[in-house]
C-alpha cells in the first residue's frame, strides 16, 4: 500500500522553466513533509520540508506548497538549471514517536535541457 | 559532515548465497535504517534500528534480517539472496533527542545482483 504518491514519473523541462512535482498522502498523522534530491550514483539528501502548520516554504529556488485539507504538497523549483537534473523524492513521516521513519513516494526523474 | 559509508558500492551474488550489507556512520546516531530502492516504486523501507541489538520490521522485510551490535553498524543480511532482491540498497542514519532535526542521512547505496 502506497500511502505516498508523486508524479510524474518523469519530468523535462527547458532551462529557466518551472518544475513543479506533486505529492499527495493518506495518512493524516503524518506531520513532516520532506523532499530529497538524488544525483546518479548518490544518496539521496535532503532538500527541503515543510511542516504543516504552514502553507508554503521557500529555499532559494526551491518551494514547497501544502495544502492540509487536500492533503497534498508540491514541489516548484523556479528557473530551473541543468544542474537540477535528479531524482526527486517526496516524504512524510510522524515525528517524534515513529523514530523519524520515512514513508517516500515514487520518485520523479527531471531533466533539465540547456 | 555526517558520513554514512556503505562497505560495496557494486555487488554481484548467485541465488541462494548469504549477503551481508554493511552500513557505518560516524555520526553517533541513534537511529539507522535500510532501504531499497526500484525504478517507480521510490524507497521501501526494509528494516530500522532505534538503539543498539534493537530492531523493527518496515514494510518489506520478507527475505532479510538486520544485526546491530554496535551503535555505529548496522547491517542487512539476506539469507538465501533470490533474483527478485536484485537492487539498490540504501542506508541512513538519523540523530534523535530535543533539538535533533529529522533529516536522515544516505550512504551512497549498494547496488546488489543476484543471478
Known amino acids: 500500500q502506497q500511502q505516498v504518491k508523486q508524479s510524474p514519473q518523469s519530468l523535462i523541462v527547458q532551462k529557466g522553466g518551472i518544475s513543479i512535482i506533486n505529492c499527495a498522502y493518506e495518512?493524516?498523522?503524518?506531520?513532516?513533509f520532506p523532499w530529497y534530491q538524488q544525483f546518479p550514483g548518490k544518496g539521496p539528501a535532503l532538500l527541503i520540508a515543510i511542516r504543516p502548520d504552514v502553507s508554503e516554504k521557500k529555499e532559494g529556488r526551491f518551494t514547497i506548497s501544502f495544502n492540509k485539507s487536500a492533503k497534498q504538497f508540491s514541489l516548484h523549483i523556479m528557473d530551473s538549471q541543468p544542474g537540477d537534473s535528479a531524482t526527486y523524492f517526496c516524504a512524510a513521516s510522524i515525528v517524534p514517536t515513529s523514530g523519524s521513519r520515512l514513508t517516500f513516494g515514487e520518485g520523479t526523474q527531471l531533466t533539465v535541457n540547456p | 559532515d555526517v558520513k554514512v559509508t556503505q562497505s560495496s558500492r557494486y555487488l554481484v551474488k548467485r541465488t541462494g548465497e548469504k549477503v551481508f550489507l554493511e552500513c557505518v556512520q560516524d555520526m553517533d546516531h541513534e537511529n539507522m535504517f535500510w532501504y531499497r530502492q526500484d525504478p517507480g516504486l521510490g524507497l521501501r523501507l526494509i528494516y530500522f534500528?532505534?538503539?543498539?541489538?534493537?530492531?523493527e520490521k518496515g514494510d518489506i522485510p520478507e527475505g532479510y534480517s538486520v544485526s546491530r551490535e554496535k551503535k555505529e553498524r548496522f547491517s542487512l543480511i539476506l539469507e538465501s539472496a533470490s533474483t527478485n532482491q536484485t537492487s539498490m540498497y540504501l542506508c541512513?542514519?538519523?540523530?534523535?533527542?530535543?533539538?535533533?532535526?529529522?533529516?536522515?542521512?544516505f550512504g551512497p547505496g549498494t547496488r546488489l545482483t543476484v543471478t
Open positions: 534500528s532505534y538503539d543498539v541489538k534493537m530492531k
Open positions: 541512513a542514519s538519523i540523530p534523535v533527542g530535543t533539538g535533533a532535526s529529522y533529516e536522515q542521512y
Open positions: 495518512n493524516t498523522a503524518f506531520d513532516y
